[in-house]
């Protein structure tokens, strides 16, 4: 059986969380992890990742409800929009 | 029987929608400067089409067709170009960095343990603070990629038709871009 690369064992760890694996990348990427450190630190931070950033979207949605344009923004764009016009 | 028509009054615009225009800018994009230019040049192709509105849609419905393919396009532009993070070990190919030849992982990108992951709350502005800039260093569309996947929780096959690339592509985008937010929350807060 072919040993993996951490690079490849990496991105079938990371593929796996988004489609299913064939039956010998699983078994080869299981492999991979029981007898790599790095790869399994980076395994379980990568898992801690992604909760982190779906935890974000509770975070985020209560402040895109009251997420405004600044009103340094809103000049600037009004001022464009009427030169736009102004040429047209 | 005539069918009512919508008419267009662009001295509104700004009043009525920018807000919204500009949330919704931002839950694809996460960049607020890239946000207002979306929402910017949004209407300033709208006043361009004024003519080719047939009044068959909104205002509003019509302002954000536009708007989406805005994002679209932004997307694509910026997976064709080659953006390279702005890191100080910049590296069109980030592989170079985070492995060897031999593609074992190499110094100084080698996974650590995350010693206070245990005890660190996820919610402090501390930490949000140094997640939003380790995401910001990511090139548009690989943020673009691990918004709309695990912050978004939107399902890969969307996302990679948005995006316009191919699944192998939007594995391989997924996978850089999380080796680099790894080592990147590992220097500025892990370590």
Redesign the interface.
């Known amino acids: 059986m072919v040993i993996l ?4 064992a ?2 079938l760890f ?2 796996k ?3 299913k694996l064939s039956f010998m990348q699983s078994v080869q990427l299981r492999w991979h992890m029981a007898i790599c450190d ?2 399994s ?2 395994a379980s ?2 898992l ?3 909760s ?6 509770t ?2 949605e209560k402040s ?2 009251d ?4 009103e340094q ?2 000049t ?3 001022q ?2 009427r030169d ?2 102004k040429n ?1 | 029987m005539q069918t009512q028509q919508h008419i267009l009054q ?1 001295e509104h ?2 009043d009525r929608y ?2 919204d225009m ?2 919704f800018a ?2 694809k994009t996460g960049k607020e400067t890239l946000a ?1 230019d979306l ?2 040049d949004t ?2 192709s709208a ?1 361009n089409a004024l003519n080719g509105f047939k009044g068959d849609s909104s205002e509003k419905t019509w302002l954000y067709a536009i708007l989406k393919n805005k994002i679209k396009d932004h997307f694509k532009k910026a997976s064709t170009r080659y953006e390279v993070p702005d890191f100080s070990f910049a590296q069109t190919d980030p ?1 170079h960095f ?2 060897n030849d ?4 190499q110094q100084p990108a ?5 010693e206070h ?1 245990g005890g660190f709350s ?2 402090s502005k501390e930490f ?1 603070s140094v ?1 939003d800039s380790c995401l910001d260093k990511l090139p548009d569309t690989w943020h673009a990629a ?1 918004r709309m ?5 939107n399902e ?1 096959e969307a996302i990679c038709k948005e995006l316009e690339v191919s ?1 192998s592509n ?3 985008i ?2 850089r871009a ?2 680099q ?2 080592d990147c ?2 220097k500025n807060w892990f370590d």
């Not at chain 1, 997420?67 to 600044?70: D, H, Q, V, Y």
């Not at chain 2, 080698?110 to 995350?114: A, D, G, I, V, Y």
């Open positions: 690369s951490c690079k490849k990496s991105f990371e593929k969380q988004l489609t790095g790869c630190k980076y931070q990568s801690l990742i992604n982190m950033l779906q935890h974000k979207k975070m985020q895109l409800a997420l405004r344009l600044s923004a809103k600037r764009i009004n464009t929009l736009k016009l047209n | 662009p615009w700004i920018a807000d500009f949330a931002m839950s207002e929402v910017q209407f300033l006043l592989g985070f492995f031999d593609e074992e992982w080698m996974p650590h343990s995350w992951a996820p919610e949000q997640l691990i996947k695990w912050i978004e929780g890969s699944s939007f594995w391989v997924i996978h999380k080796l937010l790894r929350l590992e």
